[in-house]
């Protein structure tokens, strides 16, 4: 059992690039989300999903946009990566709003 | 507005003496709380969880809680400290949409742990 995960593990683009971050769990999961992991801030959340199809705005989903095409995966994309989405990027996924959220190993992305 | 405070960034302890690590949270229904463990390089691991009932939870390696609403505070603690426990620690509240659970976690800050020998 995998659980969440994330694909790449790590990655460099140039300010500028675009790029998407798989997310995959195979727990039948409802809800998944994409956090963002900055020294001395905590996780931040991005974007998430209630369900198949569907996408919500999190606390900071500027220049980020994602999409909710199969149950399972859940794709976060960056159309002009700026330096200031150099972050460490976590996925989770839940079984509902009202249980634990599982995480993924994360996805370390540098933009120059 | 929600929020979580994990007022220590760094905590060093050494081996074999207890631990506590502080968080509060600012919430205006029953919150649902979470300490999760983060080794370096690594993603994050659920230690423990309140949604409801007893106060006092126990989690995974040894860890405990204790949720007191009348601080609005939710302690971590671990009455022995192994060099296996040096980590970032984080605190989270999970939010709510009205009635409904929506999932979304607001984190603290983290406490680093340091373990010395």
């Known amino acids: 059992n995998a659980g969440v995960t994330q694909t790449p593990k790590f990655r460099v683009l140039k300010t500028g690039q675009s790029m998407t971050l798989l997310c995959a769990q195979d727990?039948?999961?409802?809800?998944m989300y994409w956090y963002r992991q900055d020294p001395g801030m905590g996780l931040r959340l991005i974007h998430y999903s209630v369900g198949e199809g569907t996408t919500a705005k999190g606390e900071v989903p500027d220049g980020y946009n994602v999409s909710r095409l199969k149950k399972q995966n859940f794709l976060l994309g960056l159309e002009s990566a700026a330096p200031s989405q150099t972050s460490v990027y976590f996925c989770a996924s839940s079984y509902t709003g009202g249980t634990e959220a599982f995480f993924g190993q994360g996805t370390r992305l540098t933009v120059v | 507005a929600q929020s979580v405070t994990q007022p220590d960034i760094h905590i060093t302890v050494s081996e074999g003496a207890s631990l506590e690590l502080r968080c509060n949270y600012s919430?205006?229904?029953?919150?649902?709380l979470f300490w999760y463990v983060q080794s370096p390089g690594q993603g994050l691991q659920l230690l423990l969880k309140y949604f409801s009932g007893d106060t006092l939870v126990q989690g995974i390696k040894g860890f405990e809680a204790e949720f007191k609403r009348s601080q609005s505070s939710f302690n971590l603690r671990k009455p022995s400290v192994h060099w296996s426990d040096a980590a970032e620690y984080f605190c989270?509240?999970?939010?709510?949409?009205?009635?409904?659970?929506?999932?979304?976690?607001?984190f603290g800050q983290g406490t680093t742990l340091q373990v010395k020998p």
């Open positions: 727990m039948n999961h409802e809800y």
């Open positions: 919430y205006g229904a029953t919150p649902y």
């Open positions: 989270a509240v999970a939010t709510k949409h009205g009635s409904s659970n929506t999932g979304k976690l607001i």
